[in-house]
């Protein structure tokens, strides 16, 4: 099949285009100012969360958003900064540092426009459900305990990375709960669980923040100092204060003494990866959600290409990991976005905000943001999807655990390659269990599916014939199993031997390899295979992999009733000698 860029990398946004007109502009518009408002405290919360800032989180949110928008391949994809990337993004900042997380994030973008440009969009929408559900809700599990610290008002500035350790050092020093802080948390908590029962107009998140940051701003200008107010902290008390688009930059990184720049690299690579594959899962997920929303189909490719060029420019403005959004693509979808002009919009609204309101940034209280990723993490953790597969007790229940459970203890990029692992496991698995290998005796019953017409006797199969169908894809897992089956027969008993393949789709390397084997030795033990209703382009398969060539012609028959004509014959032959 031959290669065309415009297959792979098609923006919907010039495709709408053709089309658009001042109506749709006008819902864009409003989509796009509603989506832009409900990106800013998210934005902002998971900047700090990832261990970066305020600033980090916008600037992500701004340019992320556009470029996705810009050259995706969703019409009301939403992108930016999430929660799936708070864990990865702290765990490399921690350990390499903000230059470490800008050379992490540029290769996970080099990963993703390769994945787009090579076709992957359509395989990695492949990953079974249970695997996904198993790492996000780990990861809400993971965003829910480093909330603890600021929810609690706890002051702790050396909290372990690990899960248990860390949770082990919140009870030791629980005694150091800021009460005014945890007030305004579950203040917050509650705005932000009861404001959709009121009007979801609003959003929950943005009224918590409002109404914390103006109560919060009050006690500490009028409240007596007695009060302590003053000990409750705000974003403006610990981080720098956005001011405006940082001036692209170069990252310097320094390796360790001993190591190269490229030792460096290949130590960020699998936190590279990990990203790649999070963010297209995330992305792709988002985009298949909002096609069944919109009735549209996105072109996951694209969409790969476009995450990987945010992911690729983003850093050098200091910006964090970002992905396509369901929360807020399906904002924009409920408020009328229908292309990625509400994308763009979106963007520029963030940019206002970086631009004129950051000094009012500031003013949020740390305990606030702690309430709104508690909820997020809650909106991530997919409870209700869990809880009914532990009603089947199946194996994807132990696949969502598993996964579950790597990504709390260990970490993200330990869940992602297993998780990856067990998809294939999986496919191989159920793959294998829809293969069946039949062994047939003295007659065959047309009338249960032959491959030709039906005839209403059966079939009676000579003596000294077996007959093995194989129904489903002959690959390496089916061919040792088939291979066993056929070496436990003894040759005097059976020097005949038809293999049905009407039903099979496709061979494998190893499956020709086998049967190869299996026709040299069935040759050394006086005993003939013969191959029935093999499919063209299986039989093409064959014919490159060398395998017609150790046959002799007549002994591969279209069907059943040939083969077992060829059969007599050969049976005839035998008597004769």
């Known amino acids: 099949m031959q290669y065309n860029i415009k297959d792979v990398f098609a923006p919907k946004l010039f495709q709408t285009f053709r089309k658009y007109n001042k109506a749709q502009?006008?819902?864009?518009?409003?989509?796009?100012?509603?989506?832009?408002?409900?990106a800013i405290p998210l934005a902002i919360a998971f900047g700090i969360s990832s261990g970066v800032g305020p600033t980090e989180g916008l600037v992500t949110a701004i340019i992320a958003g556009f470029l996705i928008s810009f050259f995706g391949g969703s019409k009301v994809q939403i992108g930016g900064p999430t929660g799936a990337f708070i864990v990865i993004i702290y765990g490399i900042i921690q350990q390499f540092g903000l230059a470490g997380l800008t050379i992490a994030t540029v290769l996970a973008g080099i990963l993703l426009i390769a994945m787009g440009l090579t076709r992957l969009g359509s395989v990695i929408k492949f990953v079974p459900y249970p695997v996904i559900v198993g790492f996000t809700a780990g990861i809400a599990v993971t965003i829910f305990s480093t909330q603890m610290n600021d929810f609690f008002g706890l002051g702790l500035s050396d909290v372990p990375a690990n899960f248990v350790d860390k949770w082990v050092y919140y009870f030791q020093h629980f005694n150091n709960v800021n009460w005014?802080?945890?007030?305004?948390?579950?203040?917050?908590?509650?705005?932000?669980?009861?404001?959709?029962?009121?009007?979801?107009?609003?959003?929950?998140?943005?009224?918590?923040?409002?109404?914390?940051?103006?109560?919060?701003?009050?006690?500490?200008?009028?409240?007596?100092?007695?009060?302590?107010?003053?000990?409750?902290?705000?974003?403006?008390?610990?981080?720098?204060?956005?001011?405006?688009?940082?001036?692209?930059?170069?990252?310097?990184?320094?390796?360790?003494?001993?190591?190269?720049?490229?030792s460096m690299i290949r130590q960020l690579f699998p936190s590279a990866f990990t990203i790649a594959m999070l963010c297209a899962i995330e992305s792709l997920l988002s985009a298949m959600v909002a096609d069944g929303v919109i009735g549209d189909k996105h072109n996951s490719n694209t969409e790969l290409i476009a995450q990987g060029i945010a992911n690729v420019v983003v850093p050098f403005f200091g910006g964090i990991p970002a992905t396509g959004a369901i929360a807020r693509t399906m904002t924009n979808i409920n408020n009328g976005g229908r292309t990625p002009v509400a994308g763009i919009i979106h963007a520029v609204v963030l940019l206002l905000v970086l631009l004129f309101l950051g000094e009012l940034v500031g003013l949020i209280p740390m305990s606030c943001l702690a309430a709104v990723l508690i909820m997020v993490a809650y909106s991530m953790?997919?409870?209700?999807?869990?809880?009914?597969?532990?009603?089947?007790?199946?194996?994807?229940?132990?696949?969502?655990?598993?996964?579950?459970?790597?990504?709390?203890?260990?970490?993200?990029?330990?869940?992602?390659?297993?998780?990856?692992?067990?998809?294939l496991v999986l496919f191989l698995m159920r793959t294998n269990e829809q293969t069946h290998i039949r062994t047939l005796h003295k007659e065959i019953d047309p009338n249960e599916d032959t491959d030709i017409q039906l005839n209403l006797e059966h079939l009676t199969i000579p003596e000294g014939v077996e007959v093995y169908e194989i129904d489903g894809p002959y690959f390496f897992g089916i061919a040792n199993r088939f291979d066993d089956v056929m070496t436990h027969?003894?040759?005097?008993?059976?020097?005949?031997?038809?293999?049905?393949?009407?039903?099979?789709?496709?061979?494998?390397?190893?499956?020709?390899?086998?049967?190869?084997?299996?026709?040299?030795?069935?040759?050394?033990?006086?005993?003939t295979i013969i191959l029935s209703g093999v499919k063209t382009h299986v039989l093409h398969q064959l014919q490159t992999g060398g395998i017609e060539q150790q046959m002799n012609p007549d002994n591969i028959c279209p069907n059943i009733h040939a083969a077992l004509k060829r059969a007599e014959e050969l049976l005839k032959d035998f008597s004769k000698k």
């Open 180 to 262: 005014w802080a945890f007030g305004v948390g579950m203040f917050s908590l509650l705005v932000c669980i009861f404001m959709p029962k009121v009007t979801k107009r609003v959003p929950g998140s943005l009224a918590a923040i409002i109404f914390a940051t103006l109560a919060v701003w009050l006690l500490k200008e009028f409240a007596p100092a007695s009060w302590g107010v003053a000990s409750l902290q705000t974003i403006g008390d610990l981080y720098e204060l956005p001011h405006g688009v940082p001036v692209p930059h170069l990252p310097s990184m320094e390796p360790a003494e001993g190591e190269s720049d490229l």
């Open 381 to 423: 953790s997919g409870w209700k999807t869990i809880v009914g597969t532990f009603k089947h007790r199946n194996r994807d229940m132990w696949v969502l655990l598993i996964t579950f459970f790597l990504t709390v203890i260990f970490d993200l990029t330990v869940a992602i390659e297993v998780g990856i692992l067990l998809a």
């Open 489 to 527: 027969v003894s040759g005097k008993e059976y020097p005949i031997r038809i293999i049905r393949m009407r039903k099979v789709p496709f061979v494998d390397s190893t499956a020709m390899h086998n049967l190869s084997m299996l026709i040299q030795r069935s040759h050394n033990e006086g005993i």
């Open 25 to 38: 502009f006008g819902q864009d518009t409003l989509a796009g100012i509603i989506v832009g408002i409900v």
